[in-house]
């Protein structure tokens, strides 16, 4: 009895599946589709399934699979069941018999096509040339004559299976109850579902997704900027901002809230919330996502994050700098592309010249004066935290002018144009580094004649 209702209940469970087919890296607009299929299985309790299509020998190639099974994992999007198209092979011959049998496809002698002259063997099904009507969740009915695809091709021999019938099968035997896919596969089902009825399988069914355009509204594509998974994983993107982001292109719950981790959307999401307009993707609003992740990790991932971009840096510096060092990044490796002018004097002095370290309305006698009250107001404050620091100073700093105070020790302390605040890098600094390059700033100073 209890096997039995079990079996009611495992007949009921949703199974969806993503099914990549390795030819190429995918980018994130193809790892959308991923995200929508793993949301909707668990949000109802189903079965999310990987099935990697390479039924197509030539083109699918071993690094490309391995490339979207590290990229699932890193994206956290975890599957049941693993299948690979081309395992399934004994099943797919044996439908393809079963169909020439029932006399539902034929074996076609043809030329190549190539102009070679050499005939060859296909597979043709013996399309019913009727009406199929199917009911897309996203796009409702869906209704095509079939009669212009013809005899459609199925396999190129009974040992090797195209797209339509391998699709179909798989489908069927992994008990695939709802096929999430992007709307360029519309004209596909009804040819599956031609194959579905002549073999005597249930219809799934169908949700076609929004395809995602680039900013221009053309087809995304790796060179309008939408790169690998594994890609943004190496620039220290976050997985679960990802996921966010791939989740709001061309679907969003309402509301004013936009940052979801996974298990909330997996909590939230709807078939009925997806567009059917073309999805933007936005690299801005991906940014702006995943700066907002970011601050909201914990300080330690942060600091073994920003690490791995600034290994050369003490982790005192780091950690005392990471709050600044946050505040400028919306991704990890934007350090990278800011280091050099932003951090590189925290840990290298930097060179300074003696006019620059003068205000514009000030002069050199008074600015070598500041700077010696400067060192005097530092070395009765803690520097434990930036607003100690600040709170010490700034009445110094009133007292005698702002930028002739602030211009010249932020100055002798960055060597920079512009740069954090000095309060800052006194911070991160702390006093011994602090104080030696202030006094080499007073020294230059002296030396020099304006
Ligand atoms: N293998 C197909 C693709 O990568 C997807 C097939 C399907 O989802 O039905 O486009």
Redesign the pocket.
């Known amino acids: 009895m209890l096997n039995k209702l079990k079996n009611i209940f495992n007949d009921k469970k949703i199974v969806v599946?993503?099914?990549?087919?390795p030819?190429g890296l995918?980018h994130l607009g193809?790892y959308r589709?991923a995200v929508f299929a793993y949301l909707y299985a668990r949000k109802n309790g189903g079965k999310f399934i990987l099935?990697i299509?390479d039924t197509d020998r030539e083109r699918s190639k071993k690094e490309y699979e391995e490339n979207i099974i590290e990229s699932l994992k890193w994206l956290n999007i975890d599957y049941d069941n693993f299948y690979r198209?081309s395992e399934n092979l004994t099943s797919h011959t044996k439908h393809l018999k079963k169909l020439i049998e029932e006399g539902k496809a034929f074996i076609s002698k043809e030329e190549a096509k190539d102009g070679s002259g050499i005939m060859r063997e296909l597979v043709r099904f013996k399309n019913p040339n009727k009406d199929v009507i199917f009911n897309d969740i996203i796009r409702g009915e869906i209704k095509t004559n079939t009669t212009d695809l013809g005899d459609f091709v199925i396999a190129k021999s009974i040992t090797e299976p195209l797209?339509h019938l391998a699709?179909v099968v798989d489908?069927y035997e992994e008990g695939v109850t709802h096929?999430?896919?992007?709307e360029?596969?519309i004209p596909?089902t009804p040819r599956?579902i031609l194959i579905q009825e002549a073999l005597g399988f249930p219809h799934p069914t169908y949700a076609h997704l929004p395809l995602v355009l680039s900013e221009d509204r053309t087809k995304l594509s790796k060179r309008k900027g939408a790169l690998p998974v594994t890609a943004y994983r190496d620039i220290g993107y976050l997985p679960e901002a990802l996921i966010n982001f791939m989740a709001f292109i061309g679907w969003n719950p309402g509301g004013e809230k936009e940052i979801f981790s996974k298990e909330e959307l997996v909590k939230i999401f709807d078939l009925s919330d997806i567009q059917k307009g073309g999805a933007i993707f936005n690299e801005e609003k991906l940014k702006w996502m995943n700066k907002e992740h970011l601050k909201k990790e914990s300080k330690d991932k942060q600091f073994s994050n920003i690490k791995k971009f600034l290994s050369e840096y003490d982790d005192g510096i780091i950690k005392r700098a990471q709050d600044t060092i946050i505040e400028r990044i919306s991704y990890y490796g934007e350090i990278d592309l800011i280091k050099e002018n932003e951090f590189e004097f925290l840990i290298k002095r930097p060179k300074i010249t003696g006019d620059k370290l003068v205000w514009k309305t000030s002069n050199k006698e008074k600015t070598i004066a500041n700077l010696i009250g400067v060192l005097d107001v530092l070395s009765k404050t803690s520097l434990e935290s930036i607003d100690s620091i600040k709170n010490n100073l700034m009445p110094y700093a009133e007292k005698n002018g702002k930028g002739d105070v602030l211009w010249p020790l932020r100055f002798a302390l960055s060597g920079q144009d512009k740069s954090m605040d000095p309060f800052t890098i006194c911070y991160i600094l702390q006093s011994v580094e602090a104080k030696e390059r202030i006094e080499n700033a007073i020294k230059l100073l002296n030396q020099t004649t304006m």
């Not at 096929?179 to 992007?182: M, N, T, W």
């Open positions: 599946r993503f099914a990549p087919s030819t995918l193809n589709t099935r299509e198209q797209f699709v489908d096929i999430l896919r992007g360029d596969h596909n599956q």
